[in-house]
């Protein structure tokens, strides 16, 4: 993990308990690591995702391994892509817990193809998704934080927003969108210190997101999704955001090596940085053709 004055943090057990937390694609992955490990800790929770049979699913777990009760666990259906039911489902949060201390971000999709072979409306539905949902979904929060003069607004963002890669071009332009969009809301909001933007950047982990991407057409899933054994856990890449959220540190890369290395490559030495992606990047592609995982060459736990 990366970030800076990352010194003497504080745990998020001190930090998170009691705080409504509002939990975006929390049926699957990081959204639903995130929702046992908040739980676990006492706070109080809204879990969304399109999917209602597997958000119960995750509130059932929820209340086995916490002390929480039927109430502290609110299950709201939501589409990021349908904006016109964005300040409804906001709405319906107040209504339950009187307020949102937390909006995490977690929503999005992934992606896996060429840039040559894709067609143009799958970079409309991953701009659909992962940027304008969020960033609408941001605003009706941001407006009751505003009111409140404090909040939380915690972004599930990526390396891929800092750096550029194969087989991801789409989905890395979503990604630098976020950042450059809540690093200028940040610059906006200076007259409400104690609202928080904080984005956070995690390399490869081992969630579900890789079985659910975007391909060379919106009509085909993914064929072979490959081992993800080789990358962060999904349960220590959660603990590190929830620390980053508690601390409320403006960006955290959250990555093993070499990613984390490409990370400061790209932000101190990106002549170096465009040198190596393109030796790594001819790699990613050769590996995602062979039915591999596209990153598995990387990963020093196979060697």
């Not at 002549?271 to 020093?300: C, E, H, P």
Request: aromatic share 8%; charged share 20%; net charge positive.
């Amino acid at each position: 993990m990366a970030c800076r004055n990352a010194i003497k943090l504080l745990p998020s057990e001190n930090e998170l308990p009691g705080k409504v937390v509002w939990v975006t694609g929390a049926s699957s992955g990081i959204g639903e690591e995130l929702a046992y490990q908040l739980a676990k800790i006492g706070a109080l929770l809204a879990i969304s995702a399109r999917r209602e049979d597997e958000l119960e699913r995750v509130k059932k777990k929820c209340l086995e391994i916490s002390s929480l009760g039927e109430k502290d666990i609110l299950v709201l259906r939501l589409d990021l892509t349908d904006r016109s039911s964005h300040e409804a489902a906001t709405n319906s949060v107040l209504k339950h817990f009187g307020k949102i201390d937390v909006l995490v971000n977690n929503g999005g999709r992934s992606q896996r193809s060429l840039f040559v072979d894709t067609n143009l409306d799958v970079f409309s539905a991953i701009m659909e998704l992962n940027y304008l949902g969020t960033i609408s979904l941001t605003k009706y929060v941001l407006n009751h934080m505003i009111q409140r003069k404090k909040g939380k607004i915690v972004t599930m963002s990526s390396v891929m927003g800092i750096m550029g890669a194969p087989l991801a071009s789409g989905y890395c332009a979503s990604k630098h969108a976020l950042q450059g969009f809540f690093n200028s809301l940040r610059t906006e909001l200076t007259d409400y210190p104690e609202i928080s933007i904080i984005n956070i950047c995690p390399g490869p982990v081992q969630s579900k997101i890789i079985q659910n991407v975007f391909t060379e057409n919106l009509a085909k899933s993914i064929e072979n999704s490959g081992d993800q054994s080789h990358k962060m856990p999904t349960d220590r890449c959660v603990r590190l955001t929830l620390v980053s959220m508690a601390n409320d540190l403006k960006e955290a890369w959250i990555s093993d090596h070499p990613y984390l290395a490409v990370c400061y490559l790209w932000q101190y030495a990106p002549t170096w940085a465009w040198w190596l992606m393109n030796k790594m990047g001819k790699k990613r592609i050769q590996n995602f053709k062979s039915g591999v995982d596209a990153d598995v060459s990387y990963s020093r736990k196979n060697k």
